[in-house]
């Protein structure tokens, strides 16, 4: 079991706040992993060519993982950029997630993705 949780439940945010998260990894032998990358990144989708920044980046080696145990629940925590934006357009689309890469023997990957929204909330006025 892979869990990533953020600190909002809504997973709202606007430009400039600290977001939060923990992520934990449980019930998967920890003695085949050889480490897991967390981050924080924007990508795009839709027309023309897809891509992506990260903006945070944590890499805690396989041999940690396993001195820490599987119920050990990790932290991440950064101040989110001014822009890119979430952005739903018909021809592209900007996304932000946290992102868990597990890497495993054999050259083989796991990611798992926990999306969120960047932007400023709508006005009333």
Same mark, same amino acid.
């Given at each position: 079991? $892979? !869990? ?5 439940? /809504?997973?709202?945010?606007?430009? #400039?706040?600290?977001? %939060?998260?923990?992520? &934990? $990894?449980? &019930? $998967?032998?920890?003695? #085949?992993?050889? !480490?897991?990358?967390? *981050? ?9 060519? %897809? =891509? @992506?920044?990260?903006?945070? @980046?944590?890499?805690? *080696?396989?041999?940690?993982? &396993?001195?820490? #145990? =599987? !119920?050990?629940?990790? *932290?991440?925590?950064?101040?989110? +950029?001014? *822009? ?8 592209? &689309? $900007? ?9 495993? +023997?054999? /050259?083989? =990957?796991?990611?798992?993705?926990? +999306?969120? @929204?960047?932007?400023?909330? =709508?006005?009333?006025?």
């Amino acid at each position: 079991m $892979i !869990s990533i949780q953020l600190d909002r439940e /809504e997973g709202v945010y606007s430009p #400039g706040d600290l977001l %939060e998260c923990n992520w &934990r $990894i449980g &019930r $998967i032998g920890l003695d #085949g992993i050889q !480490s897991v990358e967390a *981050s924080v990144l924007w990508y795009t989708e839709g027309k023309g060519d %897809e =891509d @992506f920044s990260v903006h945070h @980046f944590v890499r805690v *080696s396989g041999e940690q993982l &396993r001195k820490l #145990g =599987d !119920s050990y629940q990790h *932290s991440l925590v950064t101040a989110l +950029p001014m *822009s890119p934006l979430t952005y739903d357009g018909q021809l592209l &689309r $900007i996304r932000w997630c946290v992102r868990l890469r597990i890497f495993l +023997p054999n /050259e083989n =990957d796991t990611v798992w993705q926990q +999306p969120f @929204f960047l932007g400023y909330a =709508d006005s009333d006025a």
